[in-house]
Every structure is written in C-alpha cells, then in structure tokens.
C-alpha cells in the first residue's frame, strides 16, 4: 500500500474550491484552540492544501502523543507525591500518638498557635482558653516572663533552649520545657512533665547526704577511738619499754628494746595521722584554708609528693558541710595523685567570689579516660555523691598521657537547698 504522503503532490493548478478552504480554516481554528483531537480535511486530489494538511496532522500528531505522554508521568508524579505525603501523616500521626510529651506552637510574640497532648489533663487551662492568646494572658506572670525571656533567646539561636518551672496543676508539678526555632517568626516547645525524676532525684540526693553524714559520724568515732583509746595505749606501751630497757644489764637487750620503742613510737605516729585523716579536727578549730594547707603538707611529706596550695578570697567562716565536701575531695584527688598519676608534683587552689566557692585540683601525670567506666573508681564516685548533695558541679578534665584536672563549684547558700525559681538554660 502506498503511503498517503506518496499521493500528495502538489498539483500546478492553485485554485481551491473556496467551502474546502473555508472548511480547512475553521478546522485550523479550533485546532489552535486547543481541540488537538481534530484533524484537517484530506481530499482525494492529493494537491498542495492536502500536502499542508498532512503535514499539520501528522504535527498535531506527535505534540498530542508527547502531550499524553507529559501528562501521564505527571500524574504518576502526583500520585507518587499524595502517597508520600499520606505516609509522612501517618508516619508523624504515630509519632505525635506515642510522644507523651506536650508540644505548643508558638510565634514569637509569645501567641499560641497549635498544640499536641495526649493526655489534656496535662494542660493548665483548655485549648479554647489559651489558641490564639499571650502567653502572658495564659501562665502567672513571673512564669509567664521567663517564657518570653526564653521565646526571644531561642529565636536568635539554633541551640533549644531549656526552661524549668513548676505549676499548680492539682498539685504542683516540674516540668520541662525545651523551645527551638521552627520557621519564620514561629518556634516550637516541647514541655515534659518531670515531676517524679525531680523527686526521685531528691530523694536519691537526700539518701545520699544521709549516707555521706552517717559515714562521717562513724569516721569520728573511729577517729575518736584511735586517738583516745589506741593513740594512748601506744604511749604507754611506748613509756613501759623505756622504761624495762633503762633497767635491764645487757646492751644488747637495750638495744633491742629501744628499737622496739621506736617502733611502737612509728606506731602510734601512724595511728595519730590516720585520726586526722579520718576526722580532721583542723576544719572545725581552725577553718578551711588552714586544713587544706595541713593536707596538703601531710600529702608531700608522707606520699613523696610536691604539692603547691593557693587560695584566694576564702572567707573566714565557710559552712562545715562545704569545708568537709570540698576537703574529702582534695583529700581522695591527692590520693590519687599519689597512687596512679605517676608524677611527684601537683597543685591545689581554692576560691570565692559572690556566687560559689571553687576547688581544683591538678597533675601533669599520665591522665587516664573518664569515660572509661574501668577508670571510674569508688574515689569518683564519691566526689560526685559529695557534690551532688550540695548542688553543686564536679568537672573531670582528663586524658591519657594529658594529666589530670578535678574542678568543683559549690554555690554558696547549697547547704540549706530552697525550691528554686523558674530558670533558664542553654541546653
């Protein structure tokens, strides 16, 4: 069969009938318009209108076919981009269901705009009270400022921001609120409800300053017994052997008992250090720097150490339970010094200022891991304890082949912890 295009040759006669040209016309018309299922009219003659309309056809052809074509893959598109976003609310429906946090949207004007709670219970007033309203309007007003406070710092930051604070909610509750940007002028607070790790925290912190004092009471008995008991039968031991050695005849004999002597003199030296070690009695009669000066002496002579001892503001009075933390942490870090550092050098300062008093303790020795819980002794774990009961921080600043730096803050006034006020963090 010969090809339709094979027939359209344009003929030398140029006259059309002027209906066909009319009728090819209007056909182009709607053709331009749009109606791209239309074709042009092709005659038998197979002349030069013919030719054009073939050509035209077999154009409109193609641009419908590409055409179809362009719309199929968009829609597959489409249906590919609705199945994505339906997964996506599912996805985050799941995850909103199982976070038993509290999330509020906010703008920066401190507006609320959206919310999540699983459980409304959690919520200090109804969504209708508080959609749309200030925070200002919604919380007390001293809470209600730190909010704000924090609204502003979050959104000048990339870092959340972590507020602490307490609302009567039935009874009063902690929570915790972590606020971050989240687009243009909105940022978004996710508020945990830590009422019960707070009091688990205190409650652990109460046993432990519980434990911490018994344990002292104790080392003061012992203390007390080694120095008034034990220390005195040493001396009297110590006078009986002077006195058998002035009355025996042999030099020999003599001899041996006042090396005896000697050594029951070594004795009752150890057993007086080992008093002081277990209470130290300087803290009470003459202060904290005193004390420390006297550790850190005792520790150079007995432990084959050289430890340089600054303090700086100290005042004259510090509360005993600060004196004895801060004192038992020196006391346990010389120790280790002496024990692994595998240096003979270290330095001891302690500090005041308006805020809190500071102790730090440093070797140039070997260092060690802090991370490495092989590394993480009793010794440690006691510091943190001791610390931790006065509110206060302990820092380990340590390194294999680095040396070793303890630094704790203890906030002056920790020793009769108040319920604080709402603060804020930088997480």
């Not at 981009?81 to 339906?86: E, F, G, M, N, T």
Request: aromatic share 4%.
């Amino acid at each position: 069969m010969a090809d339709p295009a094979s027939r359209l040759t344009p003929s030398s006669d140029f006259t059309f009938d002027s209906d066909r040209v009319a009728a090819f016309l209007r056909t182009l018309e709607s053709m331009a318009a749009g109606q791209l299922a239309e074709r042009l009219p092709i005659s038998p003659r197979g002349d030069a209108l013919d030719a054009i309309a073939y050509a035209i056809n077999v154009l409109v052809g193609e641009l419908s076919w590409a055409e179809a074509r362009a719309k199929e893959a968009q829609e597959k598109k489409e249906a590919q981009l609705r199945a994505a976003v339906a997964s996506a609310e599912v996805r985050n429906g799941a995850i909103l269901r199982a976070i038993p946090d509290l999330m509020f949207v906010m703008l920066r004007d401190g507006t609320y705009v959206d919310y999540h709670a699983r459980d409304p219970k959690q919520l200090f007033v109804p969504p209708d009270t508080f959609i749309g309203r200030n925070v200002r309007e919604v919380l007390p007003p001293a809470l209600a400022e730190v909010i704000m406070d924090a609204l502003e710092r979050a959104s000048q930051t990339d870092e959340p921001i972590v507020v602490e604070y307490d609302l009567p909610i039935g009874e009063s509750r902690t929570f915790e609120a972590r606020i971050v940007q989240a687009g243009a002028d909105r940022l978004l607070s996710i508020v945990r409800d830590v009422t019960e790790s707070r009091r688990a925290s205190e409650l652990n912190r109460d046993l432990a300053r519980r434990l911490i004092a018994r344990q002292e009471i104790e080392r003061k008995r012992i203390a007390r017994e080694l120095h008034d008991d034990i220390s005195q039968r040493i001396a009297l031991l110590n006078i009986e052997i002077d006195t058998i050695a002035g009355q025996v005849l042999s030099e020999e004999s003599r001899a041996r008992l006042r090396a005896l002597g000697m050594k029951a003199q070594e004795l009752g030296s150890d057993v007086h250090h080992m008093s002081y070690a277990l209470h130290p009695s300087w803290l009470e009669t003459l202060g904290l720097v005193a004390a420390l000066q006297a550790l850190c002496r005792d520790a150079s002579k007995q432990r084959n150490l050289h430890v340089t001892f600054t303090h700086r503001s100290i005042p004259s009075s510090v509360d005993p339970n600060v004196s004895l933390c801060l004192y038992r942490i020196a006391q346990e870090a010389l120790h280790n010094v002496a024990r692994h550092s595998q240096t003979r050098e270290a330095h001891v300062s302690v500090a005041c200022n308006a805020d809190h008093i500071a102790l730090q303790i440093a070797d140039s020795g070997v260092g060690f891991n802090p991370s490495d819980r092989r590394s993480a002794g009793l010794g440690l774990a006691s510091m943190r304890e001791r610390v931790a009961v006065l509110r206060g921080q302990l820092a380990i600043n340590a390194a294999p082949g680095a040396g070793t730096q303890i630094a704790v803050q203890i906030p002056l006034g920790s020793e009769h912890p108040q319920s604080a006020p709402p603060s804020v963090l930088s997480a």
